[in-house]
């Protein structure tokens, strides 16, 4: 799958501030203030590295062409945002909220991302790859062109969530709580059909 990297040119670099700016352009991030609200942002070409974004809260912000490196997105809400162009790598994001989200160009990179909400994202041309997306929900979500490398799915739970044509032979699908709608078309290995067989209560005759 061809996906698009972000093009990051980098003429400045300071602290995240929560200055009252509306689009941020070519900035290198490499620390942030306590306890500021950053809304109504467009970042572009930007990156961030290393910061815990623990005091940060996000207002109807966006992000295209951003690298994040080693950074703590965790317990962040970016309900409702566009993110497209996007590389989040080795960075935890666990328990955020990703409700209605567009998605495009995104890939995770050895990222741990449990416990976080896509219902009702938009995923279109995301790659995850080395990546903990386990007790993850996944409803209403719209997937097109997803590319899954090594990624851990344990008890997380698609409903309404078509994986047709997505390939999770190599991912963890243990525990994982799927309905009809969302299993329909996917790729999955001999082994984890055993389990889905288990799922859906269906018994496997042996010869």
Excluded at 82 to 109: L, M, P, R, W, Y
Excluded at 135 to 156: G, P, Q, S
Excluded at 160 to 171: A, P, Q, R, V
């Amino acid at each position: 799958m061809k996906i698009i990297n972000p093009k990051i040119v980098i003429l400045e670099e300071r602290t995240l501030d929560g200055s009252d700016e509306e689009d941020v352009y070519n900035v290198l991030f490499n620390n942030t203030k306590r306890d500021i609200n950053v809304k109504s942002t467009s970042f572009n070409s930007c990156q961030f590295d290393s910061i815990d974004f623990n005091s940060v809260k996000f207002d109807k912000v966006s992000f295209v062409s951003v690298v994040f490196n080693n950074c703590d997105l965790s317990n962040k809400v970016f309900d409702e945002e566009f993110i497209s162009k996007v590389i989040f790598n080795n960075c935890k994001i666990s328990g955020a909220s990703f409700i209605d989200t567009h998605f495009e160009d995104v890939q995770f990179i050895n990222c741990k991302v449990n416990y976080s909400n896509f219902s009702g994202a938009k995923m279109k041309k995301v790659v995850i790859s080395d990546s903990d997306f386990s007790d993850t929900t996944f409803i209403e979500t719209l997937f097109n062109k997803i590319d899954l490398n090594e990624v851990n799915f344990t008890r997380a739970e698609f409903f309404k969530s078509s994986l047709k044509d997505i390939d999770l032979s190599n991912s963890k699908i243990e525990e994982v709580s799927f309905d009809l709608f969302s299993v329909k078309g996917m790729v999955i290995d001999k082994f984890q059909l055993v389990y889905l067989a288990g799922l859906l209560e269906v018994r496997l005759k042996e010869n």
